[in-house]
């Protein structure tokens, strides 16, 4: 368990649909990092927030949308969904192990389908 | 800005083999980190190995080692003794010193498959 908790899983959903990907992050880390990742694509990133503010914005679609609750748990919005919106969403947040960065650590991601 | 290259989009060896993957970045700074993931089928992402850019030593953890050469900004990964555990996608992935955003640059990746 790495500690990021995201949900769904799957997600099977029609064009034109609206959806919405939940993240929590690791305790303790205040950071939320959004990222899509088509089939054998790389990682694209989304957006940031940190305690609640945005804090840094990627190739996000004006359809996406996102925002990070007093409790740190974050939502990624996506609407008015088309086939290619179709992939694997991660979020991660910064992995833990003292002072200086250690990385993310991710959740397992929820696979979006648009059919 | 920061960029990450990989430049082997995909490889392949034999299981027990030795196979090095490359990692070239730019960057002007001075003070920097070094990240190795790795994504296996299952999609999920795994931290490899990281590298402080001001220890000259090169991290190793198990199998995995890496060849930091801070001149020339290349970023190696070595796994010996090669499983087909290891058949998933690398990605490198820089983040500068001193980023109050802690964000992360990702090369596109490498696949590796292990074949037996």
């Known amino acids: 368990d790495s500690g990021v908790t995201q949900t769904p899983k799957h997600l099977i959903t029609a064009t034109g649909q609206r959806v919405t990907l939940r993240c929590s992050p690791r305790s303790g880390d205040l950071s939320v990092y959004w990222y899509q990742q088509s089939l054998d694509q790389g990682l694209q990133f989304l957006i940031q927030y940190y305690n609640g503010e945005e804090r840094a914005k990627g190739n996000i679609l004006e359809r996406f949308s996102a925002q990070q609750f007093p409790d740190l748990h974050s939502e990624l919005n996506l609407s008015s969904l088309e086939l290619g919106d179709s992939a694997l969403y991660f979020c991660a947040s910064r992995a833990g192990g003292g002072s200086g960065f250690y990385g993310y650590t991710f959740g397992s991601g929820t696979r979006l389908t648009v059919v | 800005a920061q960029t990450v290259t990989q430049s082997q989009p995909e490889m392949s060896v034999q299981e027990a083999e030795t196979v090095t993957l490359s990692c070239t970045y730019d960057?002007?700074?001075?003070?920097?980190?070094l990240f190795w993931y790795k994504q296996p089928p299952s999609r999920q992402m795994i931290l490899v190995i990281r590298?402080?850019?001001?220890k000259q030593q090169n991290a190793t953890e198990n199998r995995f080692s890496v060849n930091f050469q801070k001149a020339a900004k290349s970023f190696s990964l070595k796994i010996s003794d090669s499983q087909l555990g290891d058949t998933a996608m690398y990605f490198c992935a820089f983040m500068k010193g001193g980023d109050s955003n802690y964000q992360l640059i990702w090369g596109a990746g490498t696949k590796l498959i292990i074949k037996p």
């Open positions: 590298q402080e850019a001001y």
């Open positions: 960057t002007s700074e001075n003070n920097y980190y």
